[in-house]
């Protein structure tokens, strides 16, 4: 596609459930990130897969998180047991490696609010 | 304390002033940094790319990165109403992941 698409745009949510957010990545690159973004502050790094692998899941704040990639385009961002701080702005940004810049393009981020 | 610090604001300046933009960071081993703008329920978009120290200018902005001192500067020269968002820096040590500042709102009255 053009540019990076999240589904949904936005998700309301009760405190324990499980959901899942989706990215489609532009298409050919290879290099797909997820952020989370709270009110007021930047975006904090969560995952980064090159390829089908995880290369960095540093940013996972605990195992209620996990992200997959199982094809090397499309990635999901899965969430168990949902909590209330767990609502924020969650970005998924793709990169095209290989070009000696590592310029990430972002989506519009899926803003998961949970009550 | 944070690896990078910014300045939330809100920066109130009017129309055709310049907007000055500025980040710190404590980690030496950043080498590649970022501006990101983000308008309100957007996600970030890249406006400027610099690599290791020295200025870059593209159009009215301006990038300025002094790694000795660990800080970085964006301006804007003849702000438009247009420019009003929220101006994000981030750096990173190589091509993983980026470190982002809290961000800077700026707006720019007519």
């Known amino acids: 596609g053009a540019g990076v698409s999240q589904t949904p745009s936005n998700k309301v949510t009760e405190k324990g459930k499980y959901v899942e957010l989706r990215c489609d990545p532009i298409?050919?690159?290879?290099?797909l990130y997820w952020y989370r973004q709270s009110l007021g502050q930047g975006p904090e790094f969560l995952i980064y897969?090159?390829?089908?692998?995880?290369?960095?899941d540093s940013g996972l704040p605990n195992d209620r998180f996990f992200a997959v990639r199982p094809e090397g385009s499309v990635s999901t961002l899965k969430i168990q047991r949902t909590e209330r701080g767990d609502s924020a702005v969650y970005l998924c940004?793709?990169?095209?490696?290989?070009?000696?810049?590592?310029?990430?393009?972002f989506g519009a981020g899926s803003r998961l609010t949970v009550l | 304390q944070k690896e990078v610090e910014q300045d939330p604001g809100p920066l109130s300046v009017p129309e055709g002033a310049i907007v000055s933009l500025n980040c710190t960071y404590s980690?030496?081993?950043?080498?590649?940094f970022m501006w990101y703008r983000q308008y309100s329920r957007k996600g970030p978009e890249l406006l400027m790319y610099?690599?290791?120290?020295g200025n870059k200018e593209d159009g009215r902005f301006t990038a300025q990165v002094d790694k000795s001192s660990k800080y970085i500067s964006l301006f804007i020269r003849d702000s438009q109403p247009s420019d009003s968002a929220t101006y994000l820096c981030?750096?990173?040590?190589?091509?993983?992941?980026?470190?982002f500042g809290a961000g800077t709102q700026v707006v720019v009255t007519p």
């Open positions: 298409s050919g690159h290879t290099a």
């Open positions: 610099t690599y290791s120290s």
């Open positions: 980690n030496s081993a950043f080498q590649y």
């Open positions: 981030a750096m990173t040590d190589s091509w993983g992941k980026l470190q």
């Open positions: 940004a793709s990169s095209l490696r290989g070009t000696g810049a590592n310029v990430l393009t």
């Open positions: 897969f090159q390829g089908t692998g995880a290369a960095d």
